[in-house]
């Protein structure tokens, strides 16, 4: 049997680093947890709303959250930071203003920035949201993959492995795809390999996509 764990979790500590920075108690970790999970869900939420995206794709890369007495920073690492840069002070103002609603921020005001990185199409979750357009307008998974795999090759990276799982094409009994590209050496801790999990929701049902990206070896 295979034994699967995942990338970012193998690789804690030696090339991979935590996404959220805070401290608390034992008994408040859970409650801390599902706070970092919703002022992510706000974010995306306030980008899929207010934000006319013609590609499909949001561009967000990862969300850091870093905790502090009466502040908790936001750093939104985007791939195509023009959809907040119009304007970019206000818009940034509107977000923070929808975050602390949704959250009812009284002790903690969030603070949020946003960075860009270099080589967007390089990072699986910005992969995955344009491989999830491709499929919610019909198009052949294996042409999406491919297309994929093409916009990786420009961003430099050493191997890609993308897997979709579920109804595909519309057929009647669900099935694994995958196709590989370069290198992907998921044992090797040393490995900086990006991983992504994506839910998509298409008229068949929903499908998962899971893309591992090997950057570089440190």
Same mark, same amino acid.
């Given at each position: 049997?295979?034994?699967?764990?995942?990338?970012?979790?193998?690789?804690?500590?030696?090339?991979?680093?935590?996404?959220?920075?805070?401290?608390?108690?034992?008994?408040?970790?859970?409650?801390?947890?599902?706070?970092?999970?919703?002022?992510?869900?706000?974010?995306?939420?306030?980008?899929?709303?207010?934000?006319?995206?013609?590609?499909?794709?949001?561009?967000?890369?990862?969300?850091?959250?870093?905790?502090?007495?009466?502040?908790?920073?936001?750093?939104?690492?985007?791939?195509?930071?023009?959809?907040?840069?119009?304007?970019?002070?206000?818009?940034?103002?509107?977000?923070?203003?929808?975050?602390?609603? /949704? @959250?009812?921020?009284?002790?903690?005001?969030?603070? =949020?920035? *946003?960075?860009?990185? $270099?080589?967007?199409? #390089?990072?699986?979750?910005?992969?995955?949201?344009?491989?999830?357009?491709?499929?919610?307008?019909?198009?052949?998974?294996?042409?999406?993959?491919?297309?994929?795999? /093409? @916009?990786?090759?420009?961003?430099?990276?050493?191997? =890609?492995? *993308?897997?979709?799982? $579920?109804?595909?094409? #519309?057929?009647?009994?669900?099935?694994?795809?995958?196709?590989?590209?370069?290198?992907?050496?998921?044992?090797?801790?040393?490995?900086?390999?990006?991983?992504?999990?994506?839910?998509?929701?298409?008229?068949?049902?929903?499908?998962?996509?899971?893309?591992?990206?090997?950057?570089?070896?440190?």
């Amino acid at each position: 049997m295979g034994q699967k764990i995942n990338p970012l979790g193998f690789r804690l500590g030696t090339t991979q680093s935590h996404h959220s920075l805070w401290f608390t108690q034992p008994k408040n970790y859970s409650e801390g947890l599902q706070k970092d999970q919703k002022i992510r869900n706000c974010i995306k939420n306030f980008v899929q709303k207010n934000i006319k995206i013609s590609s499909g794709v949001e561009g967000i890369a990862i969300i850091e959250i870093q905790k502090r007495v009466d502040v908790i920073q936001i750093i939104i690492y985007m791939g195509f930071p023009k959809l907040l840069t119009e304007s970019k002070a206000k818009r940034i103002e509107k977000l923070q203003l929808y975050v602390e609603q /949704e @959250l009812n921020c009284v002790n903690q005001k969030p603070n =949020i920035t *946003i960075v860009r990185i $270099g080589n967007p199409y #390089g990072n699986p979750n910005i992969l995955a949201e344009f491989i999830a357009g491709q499929l919610k307008n019909r198009v052949s998974f294996r042409k999406a993959m491919k297309k994929a795999i /093409e @916009l990786t090759e420009q961003a430099n990276t050493k191997g =890609i492995q *993308i897997q979709i799982a $579920g109804r595909l094409d #519309g057929k009647e009994i669900a099935r694994v795809e995958w196709i590989r590209e370069g290198r992907v050496p998921l044992q090797t801790i040393r490995a900086k390999i990006d991983y992504c999990s994506y839910p998509v929701r298409t008229i068949y049902g929903v499908l998962g996509i899971k893309i591992w990206v090997f950057v570089d070896n440190e």
